[in-house]
């Protein structure tokens, strides 16, 4: 199974606040951004899945995806109480407790990145169970850095590593079984 995994296009926020399943309105431009993404993708997906976030919903409805369907397990991590909080407020302690360990510990009321990862694994693991032969997921960076960790193996605590732009497209094979899962970088 090929699949697409785009993350949405910027939004129109303070970027000295935190957001995750907060749902932030996309930026100005969105429809250019969404007509420069229609270029790089194919027109035979057999399902379109996004994030229940509107900046997933409303660019899938730009590139003419009308009939896809939200999944919750696509939302970005979810940041608890300091969604929508300017980083510079949030309790110190608690922000330096998370970042000591955000792979375990979660933001005051969120979740953790390894619960993130249990819920995208557990996603993807769905989807190999159908019998697609392309799909197309809108989503974020957290979600799709999870897909990374997930056909690389690569350690939660090295998936910053990877530089997530907005309206980036990526593309994951999916095997009969992991040992035959790859991925390639649309450009």
């Known amino acids: 199974m090929e699949i ?20 932030t309105p996309l930026a100005e431009g969105f429809i250019e ?19 229940p976030l509107s900046r997933c919903v409303k660019l899938a409805d730009e590139l003419n995806l009308k009939d896809s369907k939200r999944d919750n397990r696509l939302l970005e991590l979810d940041f608890g109480d300091w969604e929508g909080q300017l980083w510079n407020d949030i309790n110190q302690k608690a922000l330096n407790t998370w970042m000591e360990d955000f792979v375990n510990n979660s933001p005051t009321n969120g979740e953790t990145l390894n619960q993130m990862y249990k819920r995208i694994a557990e996603f993807i693991d769905s989807l190999r169970s159908e019998n697609f032969d392309k799909v197309l ?17 690569i350690p939660l605590y090295n998936i910053f590593k990877l530089p ?24």
């Open 137 to 153: 997921i809108i989503t974020h960076s957290g979600v799709i850095r999870c897909f990374w960790a997930y056909f690389l193996e």
């Open 164 to 187: 997530i732009s907005f309206g980036e497209v990526f593309k994951f094979n999916l095997g009969d079984n992991k040992q035959y899962d790859s991925v390639k970088q649309l450009k």
């Open 4 to 23: 697409h995994v785009i993350r949405h296009t910027p939004v129109n926020f303070d970027k000295n606040r935190c957001y995750g399943q907060l749902d």
């Open 33 to 51: 951004n969404a007509k420069s993404l229609s270029n790089q993708l194919s027109d035979c997906y057999e399902q379109v899945i996004t994030s």
